[in-house]
């Protein structure tokens, strides 16, 4: 699966739109971008998957480059509840039985 | 709907004991995982159970390390003759079809203190 890197820890003002970067330059066409977060003593969640089409659902849109090379998760209108760190993992759909390789994720502080 | 259950939700032993951790995952999800996070580091995948196949081992760190899946639902990870640094949170997760884009669902975790 290829590599992802992410910043290590990025602030947002409450109300105002998240942007969370992630770089995956070596990502292989048959690999999807998937984005989960973990709040802080949780399991992590599931947010939003794409392969090369931008996607949209009820938490967040994902916006990935016509290379394919970089995609940036936004959170519209953060609140206090979104603070929690966010990983950006990219595999193949079918690879390996789908375990997921987590790496270290952005820590998202969103503030008052 | 019930979502993936641990038990213990804590579990405090001493070096050289043996301790069972339980995971119930979503019903009729047929594809289970177990995970660990340790302090500060990230999730790291330990061991991947789908229906009647043999089990991906690939990620448990040592022989001490086993797990079991009875009946294609609940699991139990063992962990015998514990060490300080198996010290960690662990992760059950469960997803209704395995490898597909179906996303996987976590458990609130076993944090577990060897001491």
């Known amino acids: 699966d290829a590599k992802t890197t992410q910043p290590t820890s990025m602030d947002c003002a409450e109300g105002r739109a998240a942007n969370l970067p992630c770089n995956h330059s070596t990502i292989s066409g048959n690999e999807y971008v998937y984005w989960y977060r973990q709040i802080h003593s949780q399991g992590p969640q599931y947010i939003i998957h794409g392969l090369k089409n931008n996607e949209t659902n009820e938490m967040a849109s994902l916006i990935i480059t016509e290379d394919r090379k970089s995609s940036t998760l936004i959170l519209p209108h953060a609140t206090l509840r979104d603070t929690a760190v966010y990983y950006c993992i990219v595999r193949v759909a079918y690879n390996q039985g789908g375990k997921l390789i987590f790496g270290q994720g952005t820590e998202l502080s969103v503030k008052p | 709907g019930a979502g993936v259950s641990q038990s213990p939700s804590n579990k405090v032993t001493e070096k050289g004991k043996d301790v069972e951790l339980r995971c119930d995952p979503i019903?009729?999800?047929?594809?289970l995982y177990w995970y660990r996070q340790s302090l500060g580091q990230g999730l790291e995948f330990l061991i991947y159970?789908?229906?009647?196949?043999?089990?991906?081992k690939s990620g448990l760190p040592s022989d001490r390390f086993s797990a079991e899946r009875t009946g294609g639902s609940v699991s139990t990870l063992t962990i015998q003759r514990t060490q300080q640094e198996d010290s960690a949170v662990y992760l059950c997760a469960s997803s209704p079809i395995p490898g597909t884009l179906n996303e996987q669902f976590f458990g609130p975790g076993t944090r577990l203190t060897v001491l």
């Open positions: 019903s009729g999800h047929t594809a």
């Open positions: 159970f789908q229906g009647n196949s043999a089990p991906d």
